[in-house]
């Protein structure tokens, strides 16, 4: 069973808007962390937020944490075409990984 | 750095055989972690290897079992395969063991199962 759920579970955007997307679990956690995948390849770690902290920045995405509602949101500021992909949220409960079904991010030219 | 580094990157087996996946993780890193994907339950946790040691495991039948090497390299096997074993393996290396840190994946092994 996953521990994350994303929504939506796909969102196609124009180039240059903005993307949000929203991480939902179950359990408490350590932290939360945000990876992207492009087409059927490995992932690739965007941030991770510890459970201590509200909200991260790193470059164009940021990242929230709220711990009293077990959820956070993703946001992708001033999209390109190049963010184009798969992105998860995954939990860190008990020392294991536990990922969300993914949220599928089309940016439009 | 050298990334984390999978072989084969696709592999076909039939039914009933054995497969056995490589992982050499990021230099300096002790920690790996095994994921299966599929398009219909997602990404799951398989096992987590730290200095030679099995620290966690995820909820898959015996058939899924692995170990790691003194140098941090990580082999999976999985034993009498089924159809349902088609997906994509991917490895993860971290500094430190338990998730407490950000992973690094590798490409992954795309296994299909005839």
């Known amino acids: 069973s996953q521990q994350g759920e994303e929504d939506p579970q796909a969102l196609s955007i124009q180039e240059g808007e903005n993307a949000t997307m929203n991480c939902s679990y179950k359990?408490?956690?350590?932290?939360l962390q945000w990876y992207r995948q492009n087409s059927g390849r490995g992932l690739v770690h965007l941030i991770l937020?510890?459970?201590?902290?509200r909200e991260k920045h790193s470059g164009r995405l940021r990242v929230t944490l709220d711990t009293s509602k077990k959820s956070s949101s993703l946001l992708i500021t001033a999209s390109r075409a190049a963010d184009t992909a798969s992105y998860f949220c995954?939990?860190?409960?008990?020392?294991?990984?536990?990922f969300g079904a993914g949220t599928t991010v089309t940016v439009r030219a | 750095k050298a990334g984390v580094t999978q072989t084969p990157r696709y592999l076909i087996k039939t039914r009933g055989q054995q497969v056995t996946l490589s992982c050499s993780p990021i230099?300096?890193?002790?920690?790996v972690s095994w994921y299966q994907q599929t398009p219909g339950q997602g990404l799951q946790f398989l096992f987590e290897?730290?200095?030679?040691?099995?620290?966690n495991k995820g909820n898959f039948p015996g058939r899924f079992s692995g170990r790691q090497f003194s140098n941090s390299r990580s082999e999976m096997n999985v034993s009498t395969l089924e159809l349902g074993d088609s997906a994509l393996y991917l490895c993860?290396?971290?500094?430190?063991?338990?998730?407490?840190?950000?992973?690094?994946f590798g490409p992954g092994t795309r296994l299909t199962v005839t």
């Open positions: 995954a939990t860190t409960n008990d020392y294991k990984l536990s």
């Open positions: 993860a290396s971290s500094f430190r063991t338990g998730g407490e840190y950000e992973q690094y």
């Open positions: 937020i510890r459970s201590n902290e």
């Open positions: 290897y730290f200095s030679e040691t099995q620290r």
């Open positions: 230099s300096g890193h002790r920690s």
């Open positions: 359990t408490s956690i350590n932290n």
